[in-house]
């Protein structure tokens, strides 16, 4: 079983900056493909950023040119840099993973228990 701990989550300002990590235990981590996710209330769950297992990556139109997404895998982590934050960011945000291809087309997915990023003034 793949296991998936994020953390970096919190309350930030529009314009800020914040990095959201997510550590794997339990897998081959350098086969997986991973990718971030993001929910918010009363809305559908929606891929923001995803990376293979070699490190191509796929943005969300909302997101590109402010989040990053990245890999260390002699660390078993992937991150999330998100800057120029707005308030339409704000979401419980996901990390999951795959040993698919592409987590963007991946039937089956592992699932983090979510991270709480909230943007406002």
């Known amino acids: 079983q793949v296991q998936l701990v994020e953390s970096g989550g919190g309350s930030v300002q529009p314009g800020g900056s914040l990095r959201l990590s997510c550590a794997a235990s339990g897998s081959f981590f350098r086969h997986l493909a991973m990718g971030w996710y993001r929910q918010a209330p009363g809305k559908q769950r929606e891929l923001v950023a995803g990376?293979?297992?070699?490190?191509?990556?796929n943005y969300a139109d909302s997101v590109k040119g402010r989040f990053t997404i990245s890999r260390d895998n002699a660390k078993n982590t992937v991150y999330l840099q998100m800057n120029s934050l707005k308030p339409e960011d704000t979401a419980v945000y996901y990390c999951?993973?795959?040993?698919?291809?592409?987590?963007?087309?991946?039937?089956?997915?592992?699932w983090g228990q979510g991270t709480q990023i909230t943007v406002s003034s």
């Open positions: 990376i293979t297992s070699g490190e191509g990556s």
């Open positions: 999951s993973a795959t040993y698919a291809l592409n987590i963007a087309t991946a039937t089956n997915k592992y």
